[in-house]
């Protein structure tokens, strides 16, 4: 397994929110198929507003807690979810060509076993510009950020200041 790390004495750099906050209330504003949701609680509240977005990205569990409800609403939907190993403060190179492939054309479910929220920096790195990243924000909600070349720079200055690690 290989990818990118959080160094150790950057992690602060890292826990600053991308976007801006977005209430459940907001969802239909957004077009679905220009849209990528991470996490387990943002996935589920999109799909239960009736949106279908290109990609959803969750990992069994919120804040730490296992939740299943979107996994008990992939299951009894029927559907077709990919599986990767993503340990947490990593982005492994098999997550983020799961999320390269589903970008450039297969709409999809990608349950992480392991930790999913740094998924959001290569859906940013790799989503055309105008999509929206709808994510999960502990204890304060859901945040969107659409891709742009301003927010792909500040994510490719993050991303350059993590590690590799084979």
Known sequence: MSGRRIPEGRRDLFKEPLGTDLDETELKQHNAAKMIT??????????????????????????????????????????????????????TCELEDAIRNAITGETGIIRVEGEEDLAVMPCILNAPDGYDIIYGWPGKGMMCVTTDEHIRKRVKELWNMMEDFE
Not at 42 to 64: A, K, Q, W
Request: no cysteine.
């Open 38 to 91: 991470v996490g387990d609680v943002v996935s589920l509240t999109v799909r239960r507003n009736g949106m279908t977005p290109l990609l959803s990205i969750y990992d069994g569990y919120t804040e730490r807690h296992e939740m299943t409800g979107f996994a008990t609403y992939v299951e009894s939907h029927g559907l077709e979810e990919k599986v990767i190993v993503n340990p947490a403060g990593t982005v």
